[in-house]
């Protein structure tokens, strides 16, 4: 069952994607003057540019929402993982309490056969379980990922809409953002709109 813990990892990564230097509308081109390098166009457009980011662990670890169907997902992976440890425990005691009648002599060739086939389709029932859980916490997992990509979009485009933001950055380690300043942070405003919507608007 860890699988299941490791794509949310993995998710939680993924699930943010959108948030990685969104380039929400094309800066103006210059109109007069003499041709510029390159560089100097780059640095004049961003200078021109409505330059904002979002710290996504903040994001994560803040949005109630989110917050609330992970841990839900993972009450679901350890009452799982219980339940298979469970039924694991028990087929093995049946295992060996077979082997030890076979041993003392009290089943019959016949019985022995029956019982050993017995054994084997609990066996294969609940490895097939176990593939099934581990399957439907991954789906889980990914409607999760879906729902939060589809909440932090929509919630960013109400913002572009009204702000008219050029760019929208992903501040977080790993992202390439070195340095920040403070007064460009709209994660406060995102986390706040983020939990203040409905629950019938986060489906």
């Known amino acids: 069952m860890k699988q299941a813990s490791l794509i949310l990892n993995i998710v939680l990564l993924l699930a943010v994607g959108y948030l990685m230097i969104a380039h929400l509308r094309a800066p103006k081109a210059a109109t007069a003057g003499p041709a510029a390098s390159t560089g100097q166009q780059t640095v004049a457009a961003a200078a ?8 996504a662990d903040t994001l ?3 949005y109630e ?8 997902l993972s009450k679901k992976e350890k009452d799982a993982d219980a339940s298979l440890k469970a039924r694991g425990r028990a087929l093995e005691k049946e295992f060996m309490d077979a082997q030890q009648k076979v041993q003392q002599g009290f089943m019959t060739p016949k019985e022995v056969q029956q019982l050993e086939q017995t054994l084997s389709q609990k066996q294969q029932k609940l490895m097939a379980d176990q593939e099934r859980m581990t399957k439907a916490l991954v789906d889980e997992t ?7 990509q589809k909440e932090v979009k929509d919630i960013l485009s ?15 380690p790993g992202s390439g953002v070195l340095m920040v300043n ?5 994660t406060a405003e995102v986390l706040s709109r983020l939990n203040q ?3 019938d608007d986060k489906q």
Do not use: M, W
């Not at 990914?142 to 729902?147: D, H, M, P």
């Not at 109400?158 to 977080?172: C, H, P, Q, T, V």
């Open 197 to 199: 919507k409905k629950p």
């Open 65 to 72: 929402g989110f917050k609330k169907r992970k841990d839900a």
């Open 48 to 55: 021109d540019s409505k330059i904002v980011f979002v710290n």
């Open 60 to 62: 994560l670890e803040k």
């Open 142 to 148: 990914t409607n999760i990922q879906e729902e939060l």
């Open 182 to 186: 403070d007064a460009l942070d709209i």
């Open 158 to 172: 109400e913002l572009r809409k009204e702000k008219s933001y050029d760019y929208i950055l992903n501040y977080a």
